[in-house]
């Protein structure tokens, strides 16, 4: 992974241009259509219609970060105990990185990362991601019901709120 690590750094090559909250990150079309299914499809849908050369991301600058260092080394040096990155890697369909974040997730802690990912397991069907953050829930319950922040995310999610207590 060492040899396209670097191509990361250097844009001379680059085809496409993804960016996120104005900093541009150049990219390599053949890259992540090689890694992701959906840059693939989003691709092979351009050529047929108008060539732009740029998709604006919605997230954060570390969490596009964290995904173009995994599309081109296979890793990530960074934090990957975040529940947004999660969701991106399940998003694009990087298993690997599902995989990353699962390792780091089994040592989360914070109440509101888990909260994060029991709602995101949840949406995207992440049932490993699910069980474990419902055993973390159940598991301190008193510090999640004490928590305005669980009570603000969960309050939407009766289904889960429900799946919880039957726990």
Request: proline share 3%; hydrophobic share 45%.
């Amino acid at each position: 992974g060492e040899e396209l690590g670097g191509l990361l750094e250097d844009p001379v090559f680059s085809d496409f241009t993804l960016e996120c909250c104005g900093v541009k990150f150049p990219c390599h079309k053949a890259i992540l259509a090689a890694r992701s299914k959906v840059f693939n499809k989003m691709f092979a849908a351009n050529m047929k219609e108008t060539k732009t050369e740029m998709a604006k991301m919605t997230m954060k600058v570390e969490t596009l970060k964290a995904m173009l260092e995994f599309i081109y080394s296979g890793e990530v040096s960074g934090d990957t105990n975040n529940a947004e990155l999660l969701e991106v890697a399940d998003m694009y369909e990087l298993p690997g990185l599902v995989a990353i974040c699962f390792n780091s997730f089994k040592t989360m802690v914070s109440i509101e990362d888990v909260t994060d990912v029991l709602i995101i397991s949840d949406r995207h069907g992440l049932a490993d991601f699910k069980k474990l953050a419902m055993e973390k829930v159940v598991e301190h319950r008193e510090r999640f019901m004490k928590d305005d922040k669980f009570h603000e995310k969960m309050t939407p999610c009766p289904k889960l709120l429900l799946e919880l207590l039957q726990q």
